[in-house]
Every structure is written in C-alpha cells, then in structure tokens.
C-alpha cells in the first residue's frame, strides 16, 4: 500500500510542476535552396552544433518546402551546418539567441551542388527518445524500451503509456476495448485474424516502433471505438549491408532469438528478419460463483501456456527513378501452442446429490501457419506533395487445435461418483484477407491540400467444431452433436474518402474530411438437429452503409504552444469469436458463446488537446469524451441452477468523458522520466430486454517510466503501472498494479549490448472482475505471469556511418509511420 501511495505521489507531482522547469528559450528557421536554381531543397540534414561546448544540440530535416524549424533551443552562440546528397557542406557560423532576440530567421540558405560523388555528412549522433509526444499522437520506440527486451509484443504493449492488456491478451486504449491493431498500417490474416494470438508469439524485438492515434481522420479505416495502434515491424533503411542479432533466455522456460539483415544501394533496398519465440505462461486463479435461492460454486486452477513461434519478414524496394518507387514484401508466422490447465470444483448448499468436488484436467494442442503479401507502389510527380500510393495485399491462415478434457465427479464424504464428463474435441480455423488501397495527395498551394483514397477489405472464415463425449456404460466416444458444427462468414468493406486541409493563417489551420463505407457481413451456421440428426442451416446477414466525417482544428501559438479540437465518428464491428456462435465448455460451469447477430458499435469522439514544449519537458493533455451506440458487452446469464453462460449481447448505449495527462521531463543528462494520468467518468446505460440497470462510475490508471545513464556504459529503465478499479455493464474490475525493471551494458564500442530485466517485479499483476445480477454474484481473478527475469545479449553490425542515398528517391510503402494534420 505504501508503494502505491508513493507512486500516486510522483506520478501526480510529475505532472503539476513541469511549469516550474519552463524556460526562455529560442528559435532558428529558415529555408534550404539550391544555389542555382533556387529550387526548395526538400529533406536536407539540418544540424546545431554549441560553439563553446562543440556538442551537437539539435538535429532536423528540412520539409517539403524547403523550411525548417529549430525550436526549443537554449539561448547562445550556435554554429548551423547543412548537408545533402550532391551538394556541398553549408556552415554559418555565430547565430546568436539572447533574451532581446530569442528567434533568428535565415531566410533562403543556398547550398552548391558538389562536382564530387562523394559527400562528407555531419554525423550527429544521441540516443532516440522513447517516446514521441503529439498533439494528436504518441510514437513509442521500441529499441528504447529495455524493460521489454525478450518478451512478447503483448509484453510490450503493456508498458506503453494509455494501453492496457488482459488476462486473455486483448489491448485497451485509455481503459476501453474495441481498439484497431494494425501491423505495417494493415490488418493481419496471421493468426485467424486474432490479433492477441499474433502479439503473444511475436518477439518484442522484431516491433520498429508503436504508433498511438486516438481520433484518426477520415483518411484512416473507420474501425476501432478508441482508436488505432499501428505495429511497425522493423525495416532497415541504412545504406550498405547492416545487421543486428540478439537471444535472450528467461526464467520459467522463455527463450526469444532475433535477427535482420538487410542491403541498401542507389537502386535497391533489401531486408529481412526472423524471430524465434518460446513462450511459457503458468497462470492460476479462482472463479467462484454464489447463485441466489440456491447453492455456491467455488473453483481454483492452475495451468500453463507454452507458445513456440516463428515469425519472418522479407521484403525489397525498387526505387525505379527519382519519383517512382516499387516494394514488395512477405510476412510467415508458425505457431504451436499446448496448454494445460486443472481446475478444482467444490459445489456446496445445493441438493444433497449435487453437493460435492470435482476435479478436471483440460489438455489442448494447437498448430497455427498464416502469412501475409504485400505488394506497394508510389510514385512523386513534379509538384512537391503531389503523389499516388497503391497496395495490394493478401493473407491467409490455418488453425488446427485438437483438445481433451477429462472430469471425475466425488460426493460430499469424498467417494467418486459413477459419473464422468470426458470429451475430445477437434477445431479448425481458416481466414482469406484481400486488401486493395489507393491514396492521391495533390497541393493545391503550400497552404492548401486534397487527398482522397479508396479502399475494398475482404475477409473470408470458415471454422469448424468436432466434439465425441464418452458414454460411460458402452466406454466408448461417441459424436455429440450438440458440439459439433460449422461456421463460415464473409466480411467486405468499401470505402471511400476525401479530406481537406487549410493553412489559414501561420498559426490556424483545419482539415475536414468525409468517408463513406458499404459494409456486408454475411455468416452461416450449419448444425446437426439432434432429434432427427438432420442438417440445419441459421444463416444471418448485416448490410449498411453509414458515413463517417472528421474535423480538426489546429492553433500554434508561440513557444511551442499547440491547441487542437477533434471531431470523428467511427464504428466498431464485430468480429472473429464475438460472433462465432460455438458454445465453449473449457470451464463447464462457466460457458461462453458468441452471437452473430451482433450490430456495429457507432462511436463518436470530441478530443482538445493541448501541447506544450520547454528545454527539458514535453507535456500534452486531452480533454475527451465519447459516446457508442449498441454497445457491444459480455453478458452472463443463468442456465440452470450452478452453470452460467457468457455472451456478446448489444446493450443500449455508454458514455466516457475524461482528461489525458502525458508530460516527459529530461531532469538531468541521461535522466528523463515520463508519466501519464488517464481520469474518466464511464456510465452504461440499462437494458429492459435483458434486465440490466444503469451501471456508472469513475475509472483511472496511470503509468509511470524512467530510463536514467549511469557509470561504466550502463544505463536502467523502471516502468510502473496501475489501473484502478473500474465498471462493467454487470458489475466492476478490480484495481492492477505493476512494476518493472532493466539494467543494460554497452560493450564493443556500442556494438553489442548485454540486458538483464524483470518483469512484474513485485509479482502483484492479477486481473480480477466481480459481477453481479439478480440471480448470482461472481468473482473470479487470474495471474497473467507472475514475475519474470530475462537476460538478452544484442549485436549489431553494418556500415551504418555511410553516407545515405538521396532522398528524393524514397518512399517507404505502406508500413511508414501513419500521417495525421499537419498545419
């Protein structure tokens, strides 16, 4: 508790005193132009060297204009040096910034082209920031994060600021579910489309960076009720052959190993990498249900997940000419999984004969293969901004689990009953995914922008349940048919969209966009009618075609003072297990359905944020609110006296409304701590049809980050979290608490690097949920991991330090960061 009290302390004073560091600070701009044609020199490296220290302060990239912005810089003296590819190095010498002259505006700065092929480039070398602070955004690097080396994407994202994952896998963004996941600016067919499937085999060290997005535009998929998460894999862009290697080897059986490669000239990109996990998760809890007018149930389990997976990526960029550029790339992922899990029964206060133990051992073995391919194309044409993006992509995946269980039943003295329930179930899993993309960007004046897109998204299932329970006086399996059945669904969406964006004035500028989708959902289930063992078909379909428009407001002040006010509408559809209507008996007594029949959610978003930059502190907070229509919620009911019965209902409709506080500080050289607060008010709203009362309350959860420089090339990371309690439509989740730590040593000239961290270093991360109706109360609570020690040793290699290729050629495909407004 005291650790707490202390963490709630610092978190909260972190962010209340970032006034206090603020300082005058200055600014220099300018523009970067060719000497003799006076063309805008587009993407020029930018570096501010301190003249009495001969330290690098600050770098930057000229934009496509030409111009660019220094800003936050300390007052001074500063020596300014520019350089690009095929032109000779510029330096200006004694820029000065003093309290009676904090901006300094160069205006044109001419650059000659070099007569030599051979550029010597400033090299200005720092350690990246972890994390990316925006208004509208938060960009998370992954290669920062030490508190994540050997573990899982779901391990990963779990310490990133404002998300948040269950027991089960499954992202929260700011303390609500429904959040899109993309991974290279995609959906993945890989692993069936289960997204919390493909984190957990995917090594954290094969993640470039992690990319948070809120209320994205009209430009963006419409999915997802509180936003997008973009997984970048990693890409090596640097010229010349450059590789990295790490293995890692973990407490309770976890081992990762990763490796990239990859080979760069003037004409042709080529990359690759492969990593190797395997992951073993020993869980355990309870789930103890009390019905009303009758008897309890109380459970414990324990059990173990063990993933072995494979992931690869390959790809190459043909850059074709200045302006046109070809990439095609190709994503593998194998899985294996087998799982075990006891869970004891007691059954108390019922009907003599019922009262009694029972004790159940499930077995399960799974084999998962997918892969996604993608093919890009972009081309620049004459006009700077002026462009055409095209994908195509196609994925598909299989799944085979075959899975035993086996329960005996004893009475209440003791003794085993003559009953026993043993099953072998066998399902499968196939998913088809068709993407087909085109983006065109057009400037109609430096201030003024029009983008328009079309998108079609085709996702194809068909999944499969074979169940034979054991009859006892023959002592054979037999088929049950109430098990056993088929499901096959067919999920399109067209889209598309246009967006404008205006610079109104230097500081004010909007973008205002509309996106307009035709969405088809089509499923049918085919069972077997037990009486006659006859073939029936239940067939559903969903067809609707709703507008989705989104508006931005943006303010620069000066001082790198930053408003914005947003509003989207967005949607949340259904998807995979919430509408496959198989019936899961893994726990008896706590069965679980989907229901196919399920509606969209209808999101609508207003977010003001406010950003503001000193010296040393980045802070950021977001004023937010949002209301889903046919919410989509787990509801659990009664079957019959001691079994209940979870399922994805629509409920009427909820509100959130709340304040996001995010603030890094860079207390001392080498030492930066970064916080976040996520207060909001959540009310579910009743429903008549399924006895459900109006259910409202306060949520919150914070996290907190440190990584800090120490003696002897060693540097650490502590990451702490909580979520406090918060509410369901049927009752409240319990409050979670976290912490983890790192330590990292720099060896052969920073080429290599050894890592040790720990996971959940107080062993407190239990995920626990209490319900209740008018007919049970239940409770139930389960460890995710428990605490976890990893060592990790890293190596890379490469001609890192030549010089880079014009980047007038670039342009990466589609799994580049995802852009928002920019004014």
């Keep these: 508790m005291i650790m707490k009290q202390i963490y709630y302390i610092i978190v909260l004073t972190l962010l209340c005193v970032n006034t206090a560091f603020a300082q005058t600070t200055?600014?220099?701009?300018?523009?970067?132009?060719?000497?003799?044609?006076?063309?805008?020199?587009?993407?020029?490296?930018?570096?501010?060297?301190?003249?009495?220290?001969g330290q690098a302060v600050k770098t930057a990239q000229s934009d496509g204009s030409g111009n660019f912005?220094?800003?936050?810089?300390?007052?001074?003296?500063?020596?300014?040096?520019?350089?690009?590819?095929?032109?000779?190095?510029?330096?200006?010498?004694?820029?000065?910034?003093?309290?009676?002259?904090?901006?300094?505006?160069?205006?044109?700065?001419?650059?000659?082209?070099?007569?030599?092929?051979?550029?010597?480039?400033?090299?200005?070398?720092?350690?990246?920031?972890?994390?990316?602070?925006?208004?509208?955004?938060?960009?998370?690097?992954?290669?920062?994060?030490l508190v994540s080396e050997g573990g899982s994407a779901t391990d990963l994202l779990a310490n990133v600021p404002t998300v948040s994952v269950d027991i089960d896998g499954n992202v929260n963004l700011r303390g609500s579910g429904g959040v899109r996941v993309l991974i290279d600016?995609?959906?993945?067919?890989?692993?069936?489309?289960?997204?919390?499937?493909?984190?957990?085999?995917?090594?954290?060290?094969?993640?470039?960076?992690?990319?948070?997005?809120?209320?994205?535009?009209?430009?963006?998929?419409?999915?997802?009720?509180?936003?997008?998460?973009?997984?970048?894999?990693?890409?090596?862009?640097?010229?010349?052959?450059?590789?990295?290697?790490?293995?890692?080897?973990?407490?309770?059986?976890?081992?990762?190993?990763?490796?990239?490669?990859?080979?760069?000239?003037?004409?042709?990109?080529?990359?690759?990498?492969?990593?190797?996990?395997?992951?073993?998760?020993?869980?355990?809890?309870?789930?103890?249900?009390?019905?009303i007018n009758s008897g309890q149930t109380f459970n414990n389990s324990k059990g173990t997940r063990n993933n072995i997976g494979n992931n690869a990526k390959v790809g190459a960029d043909f850059y074709i000419n200045s302006k046109t550029t070809l990439g095609a790339s190709a994503n593998f992922n194998l899985r294996d999984?087998?799982?075990?899990?006891?869970?004891?029964?007691?059954?108390?206060?019922?009907?003599?004969?019922?009262?009694?133990?029972?004790?159940?051992?499930?077995?399960?073995?799974?084999?998962?293969?997918?892969?996604?391919?993608?093919?890009?194309?972009?081309?620049?044409?004459?006009?700077?901004?002026?462009?055409?993006?095209?994908?195509?992509?196609?994925g598909q995946s299989a799944e085979d689990e075959d899975s035993f269980f086996n329960q005996n039943f004893f009475n209440a003295q003791g003794f085993q009953k003559d009953t026993v329930d043993r099953r072998?179930?066998?399902?499968?899993?196939?998913?088809?995914n068709y993407n087909i993309q085109l983006d065109y960007t057009i400037p109609f004046t430096s201030k003024q922008k029009f983008e328009s897109g079309y998108r079609t998204s085709i996702g194809l299932g068909e999944d499969g349940q074979n169940s034979q329970r054991y009859n006892l006086p023959s002592a054979s399996f037999e088929k049950d048919y109430s098990l056993t059945n088929d499901f096959v669904s067919e999920d399109i969406v067209h889209a598309f969209y246009v967006n404008y964006q205006n610079q109104l004035t230097e500081g004010f500028g909007?973008?205002?966009?509309?996106?307009?989708?035709?969405?088809?959902?089509?499923?049918?289930?085919?069972?077997?009618?037990?009486?006659?063992?006859?073939?029936?078909?239940?067939?559903?379909?969903?067809?609707?075609?709703?507008?989705?428009?989104?508006?931005?407001?943006?303010?620069?002040?000066?001082?790198?003072?930053?408003?914005?006010?947003?509003?989207?509408?967005?949607?949340?559809?259904?998807?995979?297990?919430?509408?496959?209507?198989?019936?899961?008996?893994?726990?008896?007594?706590?069965?679980?359905?989907?229901?196919?029949?399920?509606?969209?959610?209808?999101?609508?978003?207003?977010?003001?944020?406010?950003?503001?930059?000193?010296?040393?502190?980045t802070f950021t907070s977001t004023l937010f609110t949002r209301q889903v229509n046919d919410v989509v919620q787990n509801y659990r009911s009664t079957l019959n006296g001691d079994t209940t019965l979870s399922r994805f209902i629509n409920i009427s409709k909820t509100q959130a409304s709340g304040l996001e506080l995010i603030s890094r500080a860079d207390i001392a050289k080498g030492f930066n701590i970064t916080a976040n607060v996520n207060l909001f008010y959540n009310k579910f709203f009743g429903n008549e049809q399924y006895g459900l009362n109006s259910n409202e309350g306060y949520n919150w959860n914070s996290n907190l980050s440190s990584s800090f420089q120490l003696p002897f090339n060693l540097s650490g990371q502590l990451n702490m979290n909580y979520m406090g309690p918060r509410i369901t439509a049927q009752g409240r989740g319990k409050e979670m608490f976290g912490l983890d730590a790192a330590l990292k040593l720099d060896m052969m000239k920073r080429k290599a690097s050894l890592s040790f961290n720990m996971r959940d270093v107080f062993n407190t991360r239990r995920w626990g949920m209490i319900t209740e109706t008018e007919r049970f109360v239940s409770e139930f609570q389960r460890r995710m991991q428990g605490r976890q020690a990893t060592l990790t040793f890293s190596?890379?290699?490469?001609?890192?330090?030549?010089?880079?290729?014009?980047r007038r050629n670039e342009r990466e495909p589609q799994n580049q960061p995802m852009d928002e407004p920019q004014f």
């Design 26 to 53: 200055g600014k220099i701009s300018g523009k970067v132009v060719d000497a003799t044609t006076n063309a805008a020199v587009d993407f020029a490296s930018i570096g501010l060297i301190d003249r009495e220290s």
């Design 69 to 145: 912005i220094l800003s936050n810089l300390p007052l001074g003296s500063y020596r300014l040096k520019i350089s690009y590819v095929g032109y000779q190095p510029f330096s200006r010498d004694s820029i000065m910034l003093t309290p009676e002259n904090p901006e300094v505006n160069l205006g044109q700065v001419t650059i000659v082209q070099s007569k030599s092929n051979v550029l010597k480039q400033v090299t200005v070398q720092g350690q990246r920031s972890n994390m990316q602070l925006g208004v509208d955004r938060k960009v998370f690097s992954v290669d920062q994060s």
């Design 185 to 291: 600016g995609k959906p993945s067919a890989i692993g069936g489309g289960d997204i919390s499937t493909v984190l957990q085999s995917l090594p954290a060290s094969s993640i470039e960076t992690i990319e948070l997005i809120t209320n994205p535009s009209s430009k963006y998929d419409a999915e997802g009720q509180t936003g997008i998460i973009n997984i970048v894999l990693k890409k090596n862009k640097k010229v010349g052959i450059n590789g990295a290697l790490a293995l890692s080897a973990g407490t309770q059986e976890n081992y990762n190993a990763n490796t990239n490669l990859s080979y760069r000239d003037g004409n042709v990109n080529l990359y690759g990498n492969y990593g190797f996990r395997y992951g073993t998760r020993n869980g355990g809890g309870f789930n103890n249900t009390s019905f």
């Design 337 to 394: 999984s087998k799982d075990n899990e006891d869970i004891n029964y007691i059954y108390q206060n019922y009907i003599l004969s019922r009262n009694g133990t029972s004790l159940r051992r499930s077995e399960e073995e799974g084999e998962d293969k997918g892969y996604d391919l993608s093919l890009d194309f972009s081309r620049k044409f004459k006009k700077q901004g002026h462009d055409l993006i095209a994908n195509f992509s196609f």
């Design 424 to 432: 072998i179930t066998n399902n499968t899993e196939a998913r088809t």
């Design 510 to 617: 909007f973008q205002t966009g509309l996106r307009a989708e035709q969405a088809y959902l089509n499923t049918e289930y085919i069972g077997t009618d037990i009486a006659t063992l006859a073939q029936t078909s239940s067939k559903g379909k969903l067809d609707y075609f709703r507008v989705y428009p989104s508006v931005f407001f943006t303010q620069k002040f000066k001082g790198d003072n930053q408003l914005q006010l947003s509003y989207t509408r967005r949607v949340n559809r259904p998807r995979g297990w919430q509408v496959n209507p198989f019936l899961d008996v893994t726990d008896p007594n706590n069965q679980r359905m989907g229901n196919p029949n399920l509606r969209p959610e209808d999101i609508h978003s207003l977010e003001f944020s406010y950003m503001k930059s000193w010296n040393a502190i």
């Design 795 to 806: 190596y890379r290699f490469g001609q890192s330090d030549l010089p880079q290729r014009n």
